[in-house]
């Protein structure tokens, strides 16, 4: 596999992952978004100059260009879920809706969470029935400093992790956004589980979540693809054959 240059891909040691694995056809990861961001967002999954996980398909629920209910989102994740989707990002902005809606979707993250399907979402996308749910991972944006950017509201970047979203590259020009972060985020999900075939759903969430740390950096956990590695092969889980070999 070719080494992979890229100071955002460095920043959170994505390059040294890249190196090792890139997904899996298995692993499939669930998007749900207005069609043209669905293809913004899938992009840094699948396509260059990043491709996080570019073995791994994209299954798209598309919306409509003003976002989902949070009815509409527990059927879009309920059906990803129900076709063996293994992670589930959302894409687009949730209205609060009504409490029967917000119920609902409770009930979907809560299946979700039953089956062991991580669900990464943009920090601030939601009501806190999404993005405060105990299963859901809200990811902000950061530039390459590894600092919050700068249109992230403070108070939505409390829990999760931040990834790079400001000015990223990709085969439509730059984009920035949480959404964007998120897409980071997901794809090193697809990404670990095409390395540890074996690894259940709340180890790949785990592995994700722990980040790293910087005592000048405010906000969460910043995104770490090679301590989420190390924390798979910690619990002995076992690798793919193509990694035991390769």
Known sequence: MPRLRSPLLDLVRLSWARRRGAGSPEVAVGLVAEPSEASVLAAVLSAEPLAVCPLSPVVVRPTGAAGSTPGGLAVALAGLVAEGVRLLLVGTPVTDGTERER????????????????????????PPVLTGHRWVIPVASCSVSGRLS?????????????APGQDVPGPLG???GNGIAAAWVAGTGALLWGMFPGASGAQVRAALSIGSLHAH??????????????????LAVAPSAWRATG
Request: aromatic letters at 6%; a negative charge.
């Open 103 to 126: 119920r609902a979707l409770a009930e979907v993250l809560d299946s979700a969470e039953a089956a062991g399907v991580p669900v990464v979402v943009p920090a601030g996308s939601g």
């Open 150 to 162: 700068w249109f992230v509201e403070f108070e939505d970047a409390q829990r999760g992790l931040l």
């Open 174 to 176: 730059p984009a920035s």
């Open 217 to 234: 950096r405010s906000g969460p956990p910043l995104l770490d693809a090679q301590r989420a590695v190390e924390f798979l092969e910690r």
